[in-house]
Nanobody
Framework: QVQVVESGGGLVQPGGSLRLSCAAS????????MGWYRQGPGKERELVAT????????YGDSVVKGRFTVSRDGIYNTVYLQMNGLRPEDTAVYYC?????????WGQGTQVTVSS
């Protein structure tokens, strides 16, 4: 059974940095695409960034492009989100998303809070 586990969230001051990690286990296949979504207070879940197994990235919101960087660890089903220049509006629960062949899997989410 595939399991998706995130780590790396926390409290950070505006302008600070955090690095989120996500690992998908329980499969011998390389995920077609992995990435991150977020859901802020009172908001809908939105795309942050994804990366395919070929390294093609997609940053859904131009507000994060240039501040956030998504990367992947080779053939391992591990994805990272480096977040720099964090702003209060980046406060959200960040969810890892995995597309494995035709099935989708979600992590339980990790809280990121940007506040002074």
């Amino acid at each position: 059974q595939v399991q998706v586990v995130e780590s790396g969230g926390g409290l950070v001051q505006p302008g600070g940095s955090l690095r989120l990690s996500c690992a998908a286990s329980g499969t011998s296949f390389s995920a077609n695409r992995m990435g991150w979504y977020r859901q802020g207070p009172g908001k809908e879940r939105e795309l942050v960034a994804t990366i395919t197994k070929d390294g093609i990235t997609n940053y859904g919101d131009s507000v994060v492009k240039g501040r956030f960087t998504v990367s992947r660890d080779g053939i391992y089903n591990t994805v990272y989100l480096q977040m720099n220049g964090l702003r209060p509006e980046d406060t959200a629960v960040y969810y890892c998303h995995v597309l494995l062949i035709v099935r989708e899997y979600w992590g339980q989410g990790t809280q990121v809070t940007v506040s002074s």
